[in-house]
């Protein structure tokens, strides 16, 4: 009997200590290990911050989506309620299959998105018909606009639907993702994820062991992303957008003195809203198909052979070598031999006696032959390099940028193992051969001639406050000031001086007038046959005609703004491209007193 | 002279056999049924539903039982002793042949009227023979071959006829009531060494032939945490609930892990961790005084009782509901392993319910009628 009671004495105490050591030693371990076990987050896809351009103008932006939510377990008789919203919203049978595939994949008591961007039209249909369809919820819900479409694709980028990629790259994405979690994809969308998403709207939930919500128990507001005001003129985006349509080229437009971009576009472009909830099948084909390429951002991530274009660099770097001066000249006969090679001035007859300021003006092939020649491409090429030529403009704003290419002796040796040749050093002078550029640092280079030759940082985002301004902003770029003032005048020859290649194009008032050179970049090797022909543009083949190319700056008294303009087999830089710029100066210098107006003000009060 | 005063205290009357009531364990025993009820009410969500309502009917038909039980004499009890253990087996073969099949195992008979679990009434039942085989034995029959024998083979039937169910832990729980009666009948220590230590030597064998899921269940108690949703999924939730009622608990109809439904099997082996979390360390002390009363009393009954079938039934009754008691707690609790032990009176189930009360009945009834000898 004392055996027996003793024990089960002990055992009670043995009970009682374990009950203590649970209830009141852990009691915060199991406390907190409970609340997990019952509070469950749900998290709302947060609001996305917008892009404005500089004027305030929304770029993109978030609207309102009507879209119809289900839950199936509330839903009394599913296939009815679904057959008939088939009817209701004209359903085709893929769509329709795809919700009834969705419905399979979530728990009966997660919401089913039956459609994610309703027509008002619709939407309102549905509203009248809610008496009928019980467990079905119409849903406003915010989502990416892209209002002005077509014109600033390349440049913002789009969102759509966040990727396991996605969200194992960005931490941001990581931290708030919720299923149906649109993020930026390309272009600056992509650039400031982390600062556009936003935070998550949290709704907590008491929940049970099925996961289902039994209450509400808190909510707490998200933040909305932040608001990135670009440099950018809608005005002359557009402009910029209408000029191009139905081509496939790049304009951009920069002011010579901040870096600030006024104006990027690519060409042809496509409206970024088809992506935001998914983009159909024939719609991504016929993007995709395109000869044209509409996918491929032309101003960062074309290469292109600069053509003329690069003659004010070759000229500035022979100026500032010491090769040339303003009167040497050279002798042009249409053709000249080298190095046992013949090398073809664009102008059959040849340009006579040429200096330095004619031969730019009329873009004397032979007189830049002669000049490449004396210079040697490894002294072009350290000129060019500091003018922004074979680097990347904006760093790493954009990932999909290419650096173009710069060539060097050291260059070939390196990269194709062979020897430089004194040939490729003549079709450099000219803008061919190996050397490539973007239309972006082009704009760069001809931004950096026109300001006086001082380096600048090209950029987009306002606000996007640079944290340490560049130390050699505003360094000179030149050995001798004077030598970027004679490029600087035999540029204004060449649009405004009789015989100058773009004289058509000139503007004559001093208000808009401009300066601005040609080129026309090759895209295969003319031969013998095709020289005596002589064809017209429109009697080559698109794909092999020449690249029109044209980088310009104004007004030229007091200059502001530099340009480019590259339409893609254009033909002729004169003819196809320099007109442009004349629509794009008048736009741009009309505009520039609003601009100014409200450059120490964050908005434009109307 | 003597014999006089025996007849004349034998015959109790009505009124002197209600004087001659156990009033503590009564008050214990119904304030227990109390407390179940109000916690089968919060397992019901706070409304009053299926398991409430049943529960309510259970207790207050067997409760009534029990007290109908006291009034008759112990010698009654005494002299079915036999006969009913031969009937339970006869259940138990009933439910070999045509039980009714449940998760996995054939623990039920349908009696018409009522479905019946017989290994729970075995648990008291083999109490009773016990305690009538070794009613008036000499003391040097106890130890002799034929007296162990006989006493293993009754226990060993049921529990193989349980076993085959297969209901291991119901099995146990018979062995151990059995086991109670030998060791307060005087069977010498050594014979309990002896197997204690054959227990041991031969567990790696059992462990050997047991099922799978009776294997997992002894891992998963060695180490909840490995399949946290899995096998140990019932230990952790269980252990959380007890835990997270700290000293007051969280109150009554408001303990998260059962309301949210977290908590398993809640209504029967579970029922502590339930009432554990809503109220407390101070709710689970009193609740274990509550018990602790009621075995004292029961063990009291015995010492006070003048015939020998009564003393050892009640001592083994009371060491049985303690077993009882401190299995389901080490489970939950996480002490043991999960062996599917209900707690007398708190936990649902029918069963479970009418073979704990029809103990109380006799113990009451020995209590009555504690003066009463029997041949």
Redesign the interface.
Known sequence: ?FI??SL?FF??I???S???F???K??K???T??DK??IREWKLAPVRGEFHDYFGNVIAGNFEAYQLHLIPEQVEDFRYVIYRLKDLLELSDNEFKKVLKKKNEIKPWETLIVSDNLSWQKFSKINNHLYDLNGVKPVISISRNYPFKENFTHLIGYVSQANQDDIESTQAIKKNFVPGLKVGKVGLEKTFEEKLIGTNDIERY?????GRR?SQLEFQKGEKGKTLRLTIDTEVQKLANELLKDKAGSICVMDIYTGAVIAMHSSPSFDPNLFVFGIGQDDWQLIRNDPMKPLVNKTLQGNYSPGSTIKPIVALSALENGIVNTSFTVRCTGKTEMYGQIYHCWKKKGHGYVSLRNAMKQSCDTYFYEVARKLGVDKLSETAKKFGLGEKVFGDLFDIEKKGLIPNTQWKKNALGKGWLLGETIITGIGQGYIQTTPIQLCLMTAQIANGGYKIYPHIVVDDKVKDQPIDKFTPLYKNSKNIKIVQDAIFGSTNEVMGTSYRSRIDNPKYQFAGKTGTAQVKKITEEERELDLKTFQIPYEQRDHALYVAFGPYKNPRYALSVIVEHGGNGSTTAAPMATKLFRLIIDRHKIRESLRNKKYLEI | MYQHTRLTTNRLGFFQKFRNFDYILLVCILLLGFISLATMYSTDGGEIKFHTKSHFTKLAVFTLMMLVMSFINIKYWFSIGYLAYVAVVGLLVGTYLFGITSSGSQRWINLYFINLQPSELMKIFIIVCLAKFFHRMKLENVNSIYTILTSLIIILLPMGLVIVQPDLGTAVLIAISGIAVLWFAGINYKYFIYTILGFIISLPFVIAFLKPYQKLRVLTFLNPDKDPLGAGYQIIQSKIAVGSGGIFGKGFLKGTQSYLEFLPEKHTDFIFTLFSEEFGFVGSAILLVIYAIIIYRIVAIGASSRSYFAKIFCYSFGAAIFVFITINMSMVLGLLPIVGSPLPIMSYGGSSMLATMIGFGIVMSARVHNQQLIA
């Open positions: 009997m027996t009671g089960k055992i009670m043995g009970i009682v374990r009950l203590f649970l209830q009141v852990e009691n371990k199991y406390l290990l409970s076990n019952r008491e929940v049970n062991a099925y039994i």
